[in-house]
């Protein structure tokens, strides 16, 4: 009688683990973060997770450098080359990130816009939020890639009716 439990146990216990490591593949940040990633991408912006987007998602964003969202973000070829497999290599492939999102934006994925969809638009306009790529407006564990509930801040400036709606 205890073999079968103790197999049970074990078998729960290896789908736990196997599901946080599923997980992790895109809200985290690779173990070894490549440095001009972080230097080019982090100067600007929250160095996102490369298994936040699709691989076709990144290459599209290398591609259009010159243009990224209404700046010109260009680099010399062999940081483009660099940085662009780098992002190929740990790029997501799971189902949350299947679909690409319009225009190549995580906040305008619909994992991002089911987990916020509570909050609502002015407090993405506050000035200590911004918007909503600024992730570490209200994500402490931003910079390692864990964006989970466990990890929250509440930002400067919300009503106290945006505090309650926080709590729910």
Not at 15 to 34: C, E, I, W
Not at 111 to 124: G, N, Q, S
Request: with cysteine.
């Amino acid at each position: 009688m205890r073999r079968p439990l103790w197999q049970a146990t074990a078998c729960i216990l290896g789908l736990g683990l196997g599901l946080s490591g599923a997980h992790a593949d895109g809200t985290r940040m690779p173990a070894k973060v490549l440095p001009s990633y972080t230097a080019e991408c982090a100067a600007c912006h929250t160095a996102y997770p490369p298994g936040m987007l699709p691989a076709k998602s990144w290459q599209r964003i290398m591609k259009g450098l010159d243009q990224h969202y209404g700046s010109d973000a260009s680099l010399d070829a062999k940081t483009v080359a660099e940085i662009g497999q780098w992002l190929q290599t740990h790029a997501g492939t799971y189902k949350r990130v299947a679909e690409e999102p319009p225009q190549d934006r995580l906040t305008k994925s619909v994992w991002f816009e089911r987990k916020h969809r509570k909050i609502e638009p002015a407090v993405w306009q506050l000035p200590s939020v911004k918007s909503a790529a600024n992730c570490a407006a209200c994500h402490t564990g931003t910079e390692q890639g864990r964006f989970d509930d466990d990890h929250l801040q509440r930002p400067a400036g919300l009503s106290a009716r945006q505090s309650r709606a926080w709590n729910d």
